[in-house]
């Protein structure tokens, strides 16, 4: 049997992509020149408002009815201690969680802004929440004035900051938000924003850049194609003659 295969071949493709490479460059530049100042991988992105009917008031923290803790939420958390329940000795315990601290090396801290930017850091599990204040700190846009973080719901402001992160549950990542800790009725304009220095505000979107920009797409290469295998003909092998029983010599 003969087998065409002048038709098989297959190209090698690079996806096209719209992205300059250069920008690419200057955008992965200036990350790492984040990293080096910060001492950190940080990115800064932008969410969308949770409503299109969003006012003046919507980017100022909620009041605390609002992250009140209903009984609702009470039982939900007890019911989740009653299934993670398990009779184990202390020295078992100590062991697993020594063993799941050794297998994870970083935890990813997003801080939500009320402007709805947010900012992510990387950090190793082993430092403590002080860490990511210290960072917030550098990186506010008004540092001289008195700030917290909390979480939610229900909203728990964090208040010890010398624990590590994997004490504090914020491992593998966490969300957490941020909030200039002065009164209510105060009329500044660090309610309304901007959270975040020019200079950070400029890293979001970066992320992106680097990600998807490739090498354009070059002229694609062919397979040389494989000769056809010569099929050979065999000859029908010729019989002998054969004398006959009957005849006798």
């Known amino acids: 049997m003969i087998v065409d295969v002048s038709s098989q ?4 493709r690079r996806r096209f992509t719209n992205i300059d490479p250069m920008e690419a460059e200057e955008a992965k530049a200036k990350l790492a020149a984040a990293k080096e100042k910060f001492g950190r991988e940080i990115r800064v992105f932008e969410t969308s408002a949770a409503s299109s009917s969003q006012t003046e008031e919507s980017i100022t923290e909620e009041t605390d009815e609002f992250f009140e803790f209903t009984a609702e939420d009470y039982y939900r958390i007890m019911n989740a201690k009653k299934e993670d329940k398990v009779l184990k000795t202390r020295k078992l315990k100590e062991a697993e969680q020594a063993a799941r601290r050794s297998r994870i090396t970083k935890t990813v801290i997003r801080v939500r802004f ?25 990186v ?26 994997y004490s504090a549950g914020f491992v593998p990542g966490a969300i957490v938000y941020f909030s200039y800790n002065i009164p209510k009725d105060d009329a500044s304009d660090a309610k309304s924003g901007p959270f975040l220095q020019e200079e950070i505000v400029s890293l979001k979107g970066l992320e992106l850049l680097t990600k998807h920009a490739e090498p354009v797409e070059s002229a694609p290469e062919t397979i040389p194609e494989a000769s056809p295998p010569v099929v050979q003909e065999k000859k029908p092998a010729e019989k002998k003659p ?6 006798k010599l």
Do not use: C, G, M
């Open 9 to 12: 071949f297959s190209l090698k």
């Open 114 to 138: 009320p402007d709805n930017h947010t900012l992510e850091a990387t950090f190793h599990p082993s430092e403590t929440v002080q860490s990511l204040v210290d960072l917030l700190t550098k």
């Open 140 to 165: 506010v846009a008004r540092p001289e004035l008195p700030f917290y973080i909390y979480t939610t719901p229900p909203k728990k402001q964090i208040k010890d900051t010398s624990q590590d992160f």
């Open 242 to 247: 054969v004398k006959p029983k009957w005849l």
